[in-house]
RNA sequence: CCCACAACCCGAGCUAUCGCUCCCCGUUUCGGCGGGGGGAGGAAAGUCCGGACAGCGCAGAGCAACCCACCGGUUAAGCGCCGGCCUCUCAACGCAGCAAUGCGGGCGGAGAGAGAAAGUGCCACAGAAAAUAACUACUUCUCCCCACAGUAGUGUGGGGAGAAGAAAAGGUGAAAAUGUGAGGUAAAAGCUCACAGUAAAGGCUGGUAACAGCCGUUACGGGUAAACCUUGGGUGCUGUAAUGCCAUGUAUAGGACCGCCUGAGGGCUGCUCGCCCGAGGUCCAGGGUAGGCAGCAUGAUCCUGGCAGUAAUGCCCGGGCCAGAUAAAUGAUAGUUUAGAAACAGAAUCCGGCUUACGAGGUUGUGUUUUUU
């Protein structure tokens, strides 16, 4: 039964992480997705904490805003199986931004689509 | 009936699957799990006004800056709202007229509603001239020339030049020196008079007041203050990333400069004066923290009803508790119904307003056009 939950613990918080993560995570993009990380080895059994986020340079109005982050959100959600699953077996504390960076409003197939490919290559990066 | 506009109401429902946040109850091996409940707006927006709340300041004076500008009420407060006054504009309608139109009228609309008689500036185009007005035409005087009359001084008429008078005529303009009539004069002119108009201060009457009406007096000097300005009244600054507290952690290490009463530096809103505090201060390099609680949601609160008031609004009885996150929840996908792929749009300390954006429909009101009877 895959979990499809995304509760506070799975969510990327704190001013001081965020910063850590864009100044010294790797990056790559997926367009309209960029995707920074960061992967530390852990003791114990793996974790992943993710967080999105849009330009408000982008997008001037608050409800765009939040329809993308939502999105975001739903489509990881629904997806991040196989990427918790690798970092739970090799014992990387993970850490993922999700930003996007197109100018238009996405459609949720669309989006899904890039979303998996994203997730894909994260995993990759971890087994590697 | 259709269309447009204004005000008020509403701002989607259902089903399935997968999710988010807060609260309560139960349970727990303290990781969770189960059940129940709450979960964006009329504008949450723009941040344009006004407050609450908080911190800092609270010897004083002057200047600067900013805001307000008919009256009364309302309110916690206001540049809001309600009612009224004034000015401008104006529909129906009435009167006159063949008509164009004029006069009255006043539903409704607008007003950045103190002062243009303190001063400075500006007033496109047109026009002579846009403010202590002389272009044409007019009048008087002086000089010159011509014609006529006369012996002559001179007189009459015409033309030219100069000086002066004069805003009555012309035509321009958004606006032209208050209008009409009479007197007056060389010609004229509020120069004088009558009537009318406007303004100022005064008196009486009505009104809480703005103001209105009447009386006599004086003046008549265009507009613009959304140009500077003047007058009157008012204003501490910063905003919840405010602010108070708890916890965690390092380095009591290093370097440079200034100063310790002959005083560095700081505070007193933007400036100046003046006053006060004052033994540490500034910078470089390096190290650490960046977690939690309060603020924070029971309030100028919402709903029903009653009473007072023209109204805005206030008071009273009863009932309700209605988001509280912190990279930031309130959703995603599919189907379906209304009505067609619901429009504008997302709380971040909280209220009262204003402004702007917007959807289908409902109710009420107003207006235009056409057709039919």
Same mark, same amino acid.
């Given at each position: 039964?895959?979990?499809?939950?995304? *509760?506070?613990?799975?969510?990327?918080?704190?001013?001081?992480r965020?910063?850590?993560? +864009?100044?010294? =995570?790797? *990056?790559? *993009?997926? +367009?309209?997705?960029? @995707?920074?990380?960061?992967?530390?080895?852990?003791?114990?059994?793996?974790?992943v904490?993710?967080? @999105? =986020? @849009?330009?408000?340079?982008? +997008?001037? #109005?608050?409800v765009?805003?939040?329809?993308?982050?939502r999105?975001?959100?739903?489509?990881?959600?629904?997806? #991040?199986?196989?990427?918790?699953? /690798?970092?739970?077996? #090799?014992h990387? /504390?993970? =850490?993922?931004?999700?930003?996007? @960076?197109?100018?238009?409003?996405?459609?949720?197939? /669309?989006?899904?689509?890039?979303?998996?490919?994203?997730?894909?290559?994260?995993?990759?990066?971890?087994?590697?």
């Open positions: 039964m895959a979990d499809r939950s995304y *509760s506070k613990k799975e969510k990327l918080k704190s001013r001081k965020l910063g850590e993560l +864009f100044a010294t =995570g790797r *990056s790559f *993009s997926i +367009f309209p997705v960029k @995707v920074f990380f960061t992967a530390t080895e852990m003791q114990e059994k793996g974790s904490q993710a967080g @999105v =986020g @849009v330009s408000a340079r982008n +997008f001037k #109005k608050a765009d805003r939040n329809r993308i982050k999105l975001l959100r739903e489509c990881y959600r629904l997806n #991040k199986t196989a990427l918790t699953e /690798a970092a739970a077996a #090799k990387k /504390a993970l =850490g993922v931004f999700f930003l996007y @960076v197109g100018k238009d409003l996405p459609e949720y197939p /669309a989006l899904t689509e890039k979303m998996i490919a994203a997730l894909n290559r994260l995993t990759d990066e971890l087994n590697r």
